[in-house]
């Protein structure tokens, strides 16, 4: 049974029904190797970013 | 929760995981990671409620402590930062989303992480105009087109 602290008062949800969230099974690892390989790809840029940096440096 | 907490408070969020009622399983592994959450002061948990749905649609709400040791497990030991936020309204509210016939748990915490980062933006004169959550569904969709693209060449 709800405490009798939570009867007669406003409730912090918006007073409307919550919606039901889509299931996402499975789409959690997809999306953490997503990250990862793309994250990969901004470590090579920067890479060939600081590669060219130094060539100009020596040159 | 006075004033003073208000203004120090990371952002709260809340979420429902339902159970069909006959696989309701809120101790073990689920208590443990949250219990962990709370002990390196990541997260401040505000509320916890265990609904029932029946199949007629009529949907109960009952307090954590009305559940045994072995039911909810570590997620005991939160009770005491309980700050009863969630009233009856939510309960209707939320109730709307389950299944009939299931059993969830309606976990309410807050961000303790982002308070500090919070105070130091108004610090500093900012102040906060959006937030948000990307929905996991559309960072598939930006990562399956960002392949697609790799893929073409473009």
């Known amino acids: 049974m709800l405490s009798r602290d939570r009867v007669g008062r406003p409730g912090v949800l918006g007073g409307r029904p919550v919606a039901r969230t889509a299931a996402v099974a499975g789409t959690a690892a997809v999306v953490t190797r997503g990250v990862r390989r793309r994250g990969d790809r901004r470590e090579d840029r920067r890479d060939d970013g600081q590669d060219r940096r130094d060539e100009r440096r020596f040159r | 929760m006075n004033d003073e907490d208000v203004d120090e408070l990371g952002p709260v969020d809340y979420v429902v995981v339902e159970f069909p009622a006959d696989r309701a399983n809120f101790s073990g592994e689920m208590a443990k990671e949250l219990s962990a959450l709370v002990d390196r002061g990541v997260v401040r948990v505000l509320d916890l409620l265990i609904l029932k749905k029946d199949l007629d649609g009529s949907v109960e709400g009952f307090e954590s402590h009305e559940f045994g040791d072995d039911e909810l497990g570590e997620l005991r030991t939160a009770e005491t930062e309980l700050a009863m936020l969630l009233a ?10 389950l299944e009939p016939g299931s059993v969830a748990a309606v976990l309410v915490w807050e961000n303790v992480w982002a308070a500090p980062f ?10 906060l105009v959006a937030s948000g959550r990307i929905p996991i569904q559309a960072l598939a969709a930006a990562l399956e087109a960002d392949v697609s693209t790799t893929e073409e060449g473009v």
């Open chain 2, 118 to 127: 919070g105070s130091a933006v108004r610090r500093s004169g900012g102040q």
């Open chain 2, 88 to 97: 009856e309204e939510d309960v209707e509210s939320i109730g709307a989303a």
